[in-house]
């Protein structure tokens, strides 16, 4: 069979290119490596190699012949036994290789190469708490650490790692005991290596284990952030679905208390800007443990975003076996008619007291909890928006590009017509956060801020 | 160097030979490590009344090391470090009103109040912070080096940093670069045994840390971090090879954390048996003291004037800082952008 030369794409932008010069004539032996001719593009000059052997058969287009277009046959190469006479003399239209279509009628292609099979997952559903349950007051360090070891024990795969998490417990005292039950095999202590050490835990999640990383807390994150982005919430996608990253990175996210700009920080719309990354922010107890249970079995990496300042505050848990919490789902903390408002993490618990001061100016607020920021529940925000028909974001980062200009912009497009006031966001001003009690108090959302936001939507 | 193995020496003065040294230095050097303990001292004492809050790492028992380091440096030399600064500052000549007014987040401290213990600057002293980030402080003081080699002028860098540190990467990215370029950087690290409760043999798989340069060709001394003299003397030795164009060199200096990591910390990853045996066997400030009575220097009497006038200084910095107001409220938008 005869082999056609096709012009090549010397550059992932090139749809056509300039033939200058053969550098062979018909009839001419050729091997693999000769080269054949001069190509030019935009960008360069460059030699065409042929990487068959045989016999020059026809040129089809002219030295000096510009515009040839990307994949149009430029010479025919005959092999032996081939018939130089039977060859076409004009120029062949652009040669298009047949996009593979993938055959729905086939077997899965089932191969023993396959690397590494996604970990079954069944998707969490949120579990009824029937009437009568036994409530148990925890912390929400307490509730991470039982979310943690319930997980630890039910899967062997699942560990601890970070800095400070074995001996010394946690810098927050969230591993508390852990060491203690699960040993040094699973509990471990690193060095100061968040780069390294996020790095190490993604590897061992690409073979099917099921690292829980603790940052101290993110602020340091961001030494580590390329592995979180690059490494772990591109892998999946990048191999085609053929490799899985179950891991979870969590700590304390948002600004502590006085601690100054570079350790005050909140994360939320820098994760819940990825794809392949799922990001959560607890706020209650009960969702602290069920969702990072949930995070724990969820076949995809998970910023689980903590908050320094709530570890010590104290809420009920259901006393069920295996208490889970699904991703994905906002829940409405507190109905109401006037406004909405939604909140993630401590906020909620501001976002409510802003919806008791103005309970008694006759206001009704309904508080969305996010719980989880990516995916967003969107259903959950614009069922209760075309409600209320008001909208007051709150949360701790920037507004700039922020969680609450995201919820603006969907509510926007999804509920456009049930809005009766532009929507408001409530987040920290912006400028890093100071160090002076004041300039720090001045910058951060509290409850009456939000209160005087849902205020301004509601035009009282 | 060139091309010569790094050599890794031990520099100690326990026998000490004063011969070389004045009764004015000597007493300069008393001087400043007792204001940095009373410093400290009093700002622990400050936090405890809740007047300074969030993050405070005190420097008490590494006195010697920056006291010592700046002797061997000039006028025109850079430090960088990391959070635990205070020491540094107050030895580069900073103003203990300025800095202890930061740490109480009033309009008079050295960041206006916008800063906090962790996060201050000062141009004039040519003190580059006060960083929070663990590690950073390397390649931002390689930088400074980077900036004196390529405007050819004779400054060093000074950046110092903690064990726990010395395991980010950026360290050896920074290493790396330091000795392709030959930048006049010293590293000092700040050995003082524990990364908050971690202690180094359990963070490390080569605890002499200052072999680390090896695999670049940096040179590394292991230097007594609680004798001030030998301290000078490193850092002196490691001035004179960064300035003559020879690149890099780290010092490793044996020290130790009286206090807990942060005023946080309960500190029980080490029996108080051992912090008591260190303070009792090698403070930097009573050994000093020692020598200076043996070379007859000065007596009990003249030390204990020394301390009554760094009491008042103290005492002063931390009146200052509490009558200081609050940063004006317009202040929290300025100084976000030029
Ligand atoms: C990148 C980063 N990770 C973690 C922390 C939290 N942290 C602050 S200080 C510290 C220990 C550092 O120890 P070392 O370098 O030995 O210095 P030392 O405190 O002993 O002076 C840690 C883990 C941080 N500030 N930055
Ligand atoms: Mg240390």
Redesign the pocket.
Same mark, same amino acid.
């Given at each position: 069979m005869a082999i056609e030369i096709l012009m090549p794409a010397l550059s992932p932008t090139m749809e056509e290119g300039s033939l200058t010069k053969w550098l062979v004539k018909e009839g001419d032996p050729i091997q693999s490596g000769d080269i054949l001719a001069e190509i030019e593009t935009d960008k360069a000059t460059m030699e065409i190699e042929s990487v068959d052997d045989g016999i020059m058969g026809k040129l089809l287009v002219d030295a000096g012949s510009e515009n040839v277009a990307v994949n149009t046959v430029i010479a025919v190469l005959l092999e032996d036994g081939d018939d130089a006479d039977a060859l076409p003399t004009a120029t062949a239209p652009a040669h298009q290789p047949e996009p593979s279509k993938p055959d729905v009628a086939d077997e899965p292609a089932t191969t023993s190469e396959t690397l590494i099979s996604p970990p079954a997952f069944e998707p969490v559903v949120q579990m009824d708490v029937p009437a009568g349950t036994k409530m148990v007051e925890t912390t929400i360090r307490d509730a991470l650490r039982d979310a943690m070891a319930e997980e630890m024990r039910r899967d062997e795969d699942v560990f601890l790692i970070g800095? @400070?998490v074995a001996q010394y417990q946690g810098?927050y005292k969230v591993s508390r005991e852990m060491l203690e039950e699960f040993g040094s095999r699973r509990v471990i202590d690193t060095p100061?290596t @968040?780069h390294g050490f996020a790095g190490l835990a993604v590897g061992a999640a690409f073979t099917g284990l099921r690292p829980v990383v603790e940052f101290?807390?993110f602020?340091?994150a961001?030494?580590a952030i390329d592995h979180i982005i690059n490494s772990a919430a591109k892998t999946r996608y990048m191999s085609g679905g053929q490799m899985a990253c179950p891991i979870v990175f969590r700590g304390p996210n948002g600004a502590a208390s006085r601690v100054g700009a570079?350790?005050s920080q909140d994360y939320a719309p820098w994760y819940g800007h990825v794809p392949g990354l799922k990001v959560v922010a607890p706020y209650d107890a009960a969702d602290a443990k069920g969702l990072l249970k949930s995070a724990i079995r969820d076949p995809n990496p998970v910023v689980f975003l903590e908050h320094e300042l709530m570890y010590g505050e104290t809420f009920d848990v259901p006393d069920v076996e295996d208490w889970l919490v699904p991703i994905g789902q906002a829940l409405v903390r507190r109905e109401g008619t006037d406004a909405t408002i939604t909140a993630h993490s401590r906020m909620v618990g501001f976002s409510l007291q802003a919806a008791e001061i103005l309970s008694q100016e006759g206001i009704s607020v309904e508080v969305i909890d996010l719980r989880t920021i990516r995916p967003l529940d969107e259903e959950t925000i614009l069922a209760s928006v075309r409600k209320t028909n008001r909208l007051v974001t709150a949360e701790e980062s920037w507004g700039r590009m922020g969680i609450g200009a995201e919820i603006a912009a969907m509510v926007t497009e999804g509920a456009f017509d049930y809005l009766d006031a532009p929507p408001k966001r409530v987040h920290q001003v912006e400028t890093p956060l100071a160090y002076a009690a004041n300039l720090e108090s001045l910058s951060m959302p509290n409850p009456e801020r939000i209160a005087q936001a849902v205020r301004e939507v509601c035009y009282v | 160097m060139s091309g010569s193995s790094p050599k890794s020496k031990k520099i100690s003065k326990k026998k000490k030979n004063v011969s070389n040294y004045d009764s004015t230095e000597l007493l300069h050097y008393y001087r400043e490590m007792l204001q940095i303990r009373r410093f400290e001292e009093k700002a622990g004492q400050l936090y405890g009344m809740g007047l300074i809050a969030g993050?405070c790492?005190l420097y008490i028992g590494?006195e010697a090391v920056v006291v010592g380091m700046q002797a061997a440096i000039e006028d025109g030399d850079q430090v960088i470090t990391?959070?635990?600064d205070h020491g540094h500052m107050l030895t580069l000549g900073m103003e203990p009103r300025g800095v202890m007014a930061e740490l109480t987040g009033r309009e008079g401290g050295y960041s206006k109040g916008k800063g906090g213990s962790m996060h201050m600057f000062s141009t004039e002293k040519n003190f580059f912070g006060g960083h929070?980030?663990?590690?950073?402080q390397v390649s931002l003081g390689t930088g400074l080096a980077f900036a004196n080699s390529y405007r050819g002028n004779d400054r060093v860098s000074l950046a110092y940093?903690?064990?726990?540190?010395?395991n980010?990467g950026q360290v050896y990215e920074s290493f790396n670069m330091a000795k392709l370029w030959d930048l006049p950087v010293i590293y000092v690290i700040?050995?003082?045994h524990?990364?908050?409760g971690?202690a180094?043999v359990r963070s490390s798989s080569e605890t002499h840390l200052h072999k680390r340069g090896a695999s670049f060709g940096i040179p590394g001394v292991e230097v007594d971090g609680m004798d001030v003299l030998a301290v000078k003397e490193a850092g002196e030795m490691a001035v004179a090879h960064a300035r003559a164009g020879k690149g890099p060199m780290i010092l490793e200096m044996k020290t130790y954390?009286y206090r807990g990591?942060?005023m946080s910390d309960p500190a029980k990853y080490r029996t108080r048996e051992e912090v008591n045996s260190v303070r009792a066997q090698s403070d930097p400030i009573e050994q000093l003291k020692q020598t200076i009575f043996e070379a007859g220097f000065a007596d009990e009497a003249a030390l204990k004037e020394i301390d009554k006038e760094i009491k008042a200084i103290v005492n002063d910095a931390a009146d200052f800082a509490k009558d200081s107001p609050e940063p004006d409220p317009s202040e929290l938008y300025t100084d976000v952008l030029a």
């Open positions: 800095e @400070e810098a100061i @968040e101290m807390t602020n340091f961001m030494q570079q350790h | 993050f790492h590494q990391g959070y635990r929070g980030i663990v590690g950073a940093f903690g064990d726990g540190a010395a980010q700040e050995n003082n524990y990364a908050m971690t180094i954390r990591h942060s």
